[in-house]
């Protein structure tokens, strides 16, 4: 066990030597003495070297870093979705056993919500929020590199099950049985994680999940306490917080939100474990009981919804103008109703308790927040309609995606509600139409404008253009399997089918085998953008114009592009060689 | 090209090279899958079969890795010429790879039947498709007489 762990270390520690015997070799200019000298990182024409991208400080590598991690995790994640969809092709549990089912549900929901979408626009806002604010880098560069390793531990830890697993099978190959290593189970509790039932299962995993969460919390709340400093502190001269762009303004409020949702999330946590190890009664009766538990809970949880959808607002506010040729309409609106909605997003936290027999007076006072809160989110679609109104629409891959995703989203969101009202969440609740219903916002908002986003960016990210008649195809393909999968999902709910169940009457095996064809087409148009990726790093043609998107045209050529710009224009000189 | 090509060398050290890479990430993925469905997709004897040794996993599966990268990439630089999909050879892999994609599928899928063949057949779909990639951008990188650039141009400009 120690040998392999040795050689182990020792295979690390090898890569890490060559990367910087590479650096060095590399690297002409002189190096400061630790120190982090701004400026200096571009992400084009660097040393190329492992040391670099494990010892980086620059904002954009940072970014990438994320944004890669968090791609790895959401395609793990995606895996986990295909194979919940797979199992219900069929009404009973033949693909997988239950238990197995109810391991992927719980690992789907946690990973697509803590490791895909939070890591990928923290990525995002990490590489485009200084460039767009005029900050030469993050407020604290290292703080920065440190919330983002913190991540691939947590990862190791919530999954913990599945890798130990392999590497008991890799040691049993070669002769060494170690016990621990088969004891972790993956954890089949749900993302909610709802007490009893999370004190008393005995799987250890659990405990490692529960830290690794915990610790992928504190890594968000780092790097959104570095975002908000950032903002305040670091804009140029010339950016006045009513220059502010859209898309930072998005992150501003979303990295609020975190500091004050995530905190909690970390508190009851804690309680958890202790609840689980130390025998303490925190969430059990005749402690705070199940319902302590749950109203802890979603004063995070609620919040983490907006947490996580903020940010896609902010994209499609700031990528929707650029190709409608027209200024984002009722800019100041936009700017308000997201505040409102972070503000609000604490106030719903019950909506999610409605069943649980909680005081009718409380209930109905949270119903009326619900309702509520759809306003500003309706100020914003209206705002995107008005913007598109006599506008001149380039039907680009990234506005394909964008459009798509407010179609799904206003279906999602008026399902929504529905949902916030009390008679008929009593009706609907723990069926298929709330996992309808919330899919519809999830996946139509967030990897659409991702999606959208990497498109937009990917001349600026790369220096290279993409396959753009590829990633239309990958657009249609992409929103027709979002419809095709969650839409059936609504009618059976409203049929009853619960949700969670591995095995299901034959009645809804229609409807669920259609919502799985729709699955695999996501799936598949997942496959054509990694491939138009790949691809176009490798070949994709050059780009030697930073107005990749005619945005002079109409005056929108901001500032990341004019960074752009200046960095292209650094290349040409160094290659003509008056540097 | 012949046989006796000078470039035949650095050419089937390229291909060997895309193998090698190809078939490691292909087998981390195969790996990973395996555990993650609960061994229910059954891919190691899927692969035994597919190098007809059914019932000997381990060895099943060493003479798959081999075939990854050594067999197959010989063959690819065989036939690479009449692989459509050209000048880039990374798309040439994911033509050759489909086709070795639809024998594994013939010969692997034994007992696999229902819904657990649309997972199964999807997803070492998926890892042929990443094995045929690699295989040839690693082999287009290392192949002395072919240049990326001259795939860049042959792509038409948007
Ligand atoms: C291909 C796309 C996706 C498919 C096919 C899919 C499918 C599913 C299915 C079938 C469930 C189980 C529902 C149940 O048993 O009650 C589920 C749960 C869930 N999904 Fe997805 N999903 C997808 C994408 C996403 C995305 C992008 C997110 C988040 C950003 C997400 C977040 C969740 C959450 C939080 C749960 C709840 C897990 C639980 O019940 O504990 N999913 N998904
Ligand atoms: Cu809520």
Redesign the interface.
């Known amino acids: 066990m120690w040998g392999y762990l040795l050689g182990l270390a020792g295979v690390v520690l090898a890569l890490v030597a060559a990367g910087l015997a590479v650096r060095r070799a590399s690297s002409s200019r002189p190096m400061a003495d630790g120190g982090f000298l701004t400026g200096r990182g571009t992400s084009y024409g660097k040393a190329f070297g492992v040391a670099r991208w494990l010892t980086t400080l620059d904002h954009k590598d940072i970014g990438l870093l994320y944004i890669v991690f968090g791609v790895v995790a959401g395609l793990w994640g995606g895996?986990?979705a295909?194979?919940i969809r797979?199992?219900l092709?069929?009404p009973p549990a033949?693909?997988?056993?239950v238990e197995?089912y109810n391991e992927l549900f719980t690992t789907h929901g946690i990973t697509m919500l803590f490791l895909f979408v939070t890591p990928v626009f923290t990525g995002i806002a990490n590489y485009f929020v200084p460039l767009l604010v005029g900050a030469d880098d993050m407020a604290f560069p290292r703080i920065n590199a440190i919330a983002f390793w913190l991540l691939p531990p947590s990862l190791l830890f919530i999954r913990a099950g599945?890798v130990t697993?392999?590497l008991a099978?890799?040691l049993q190959?070669g002769g060494l049985v170690v016990e621990a290593l088969f004891a972790l189970e993956p954890p089949a509790i749900g993302w909610t994680m709802y007490t009893p039932m999370s004190i008393e299962v005995g799987n250890p995993q659990v405990d490692v999940f529960l830290l690794g969460l915990h610790l992928s919390g504190v890594a968000t709340t780092m790097g959104a306490i570095n975002l908000v400093v950032t903002v305040f502190t670091e804009r140029a001269e010339d950016v006045e917080w009513a220059d502010l762009d859209i898309f930072s303004w998005a992150i501003v409020t979303m990295s609020g939100l975190i500091l004050f949702a995530f905190p909690i999330l970390g508190s009851t946590l804690v309680m958890l474990l202790l609840d689980r190890n130390f025998g303490t009664t925190f969430f059990l009766s005749p402690g705070g009981g199940p319902l302590l538990y749950q109203h802890l809970f979603w004063f995070f949880g609620h919040p983490e919804v907006y947490i996580i959808v903020l940010p896609a607002f902010g994209l499609i506010s700031l990528i929707l103008p650029k190709f409608v040729g027209r200024r984002l309409f009722g800019f100041t609106f936009v700017v308000y109703s997201t505040l409102a909605i972070g503000v609000l997003s604490f106030g719903v936290w019950a909506h999610h308790m409605f069943t649980t027999g909680i005081d009718p007076r409380i209930r109905a006072s949270f119903m009326a927040v619900s309702v509520a809160i759809a306003v500003p989110s309706a100020v914003k679609v209206f705002n995107w309609l008005a913007t598109l109104w006599y506008g001149r629409i380039r039907l680009t891959a990234p506005v394909i995606f964008l459009l798509g995703g407010i179609s799904i989203f206003i279906v999602g969101g008026v399902t929504g509600v529905f949902l916030a009202s009390i008679p008929v969440d009593l009706l609907v609740h723990g069926t298929y139409y709330v996992v309808g219903h919330f899919h519809l916002i999830l996946m139509g908002i967030i990897p659409f404008t991702m999606f959208a986003a990497s498109y937009y960016w990917f001349p600026l990210l790369t220096g290279r253009?993409y396959?753009?008649r590829l990633a239309r195809v990958q657009a249609v393909v992409t929103i027709v399997g979002g419809f095709v999968a969650f839409l059936p999902m609504m009618v059976l709910g409203m049929e009853g089918l619960p949700r969670r169940y591995a095995q299901y009457p034959p009645g809804f095996t229609f409807l669920n085998q259609v919502s799985?064809l729709g699955a695999?087409l996501i799936?598949a148009g997942v496959?054509v953008w990694l491939?138009n990726v790949?691809?176009s790093l490798?070949?994709?043609?050059?780009v030697e114009d930073a107005d990749v998107w005619d945005l002079k045209e109409t005056d929108q050529f901001s500032r990341e592009w004019q960074w752009f710009e200046r960095r292209l224009e650094e290349r040409r000189g160094e290659l003509e060689g008056d540097d | 090209m012949g046989l006796a090509d000078r470039n035949r060398p650095r050419q089937i050290l390229g291909a060997i090279a895309g193998g090698v890479v190809g078939m490691a990430a292909m087998s981390i993925a195969f790996?990973?899958?395996e555990?993650?469905?609960?061994y229910?997709v059954g891919i190691f004897a899927g692969i035994a079969r597919f190098v007809m040794l059914p019932g000997n996993l381990?060895f099943g599966f060493l003479v798959f890795v081999a075939f990854g990268a050594v067999v197959w990439p010989l063959l690819f630089v065989l036939f690479e010429d009449r692989i459509p999909g050209g000048p880039?050879p990374?798309?040439r892999g994911l033509v050759f790879a489909t086709l070795l994609w639809v024998l594994f599928a013939l010969t692997g899928s034994g007992e696999v039947t229902?819904?657990?063949l649309?997972?199964y057949g999807?997803?070492t779909l998926?890892g042929h498709?990443a094995y045929g990639?690699i295989l040839g951008?690693v082999y287009g990188r290392i192949r002395p007489d072919f240049s990326?650039s001259e795939?860049?141009e042959s792509?038409e400009?948007?």
């Open positions: 895996i986990d295909m194979m797979t199992e092709v069929t033949d693909v997988w056993d197995t599945l697993e392999v099978k890799v190959a253009m396959n753009r799985t695999y799936g496959v491939y790949a691809q490798r070949v994709g043609p050059r | 790996a990973l899958l555990v993650e469905t609960r229910e381990l880039d990374a798309r229902g819904a657990t649309l997972i999807s997803l998926v498709l990639f951008a990326v795939v860049r792509r400009v948007p």
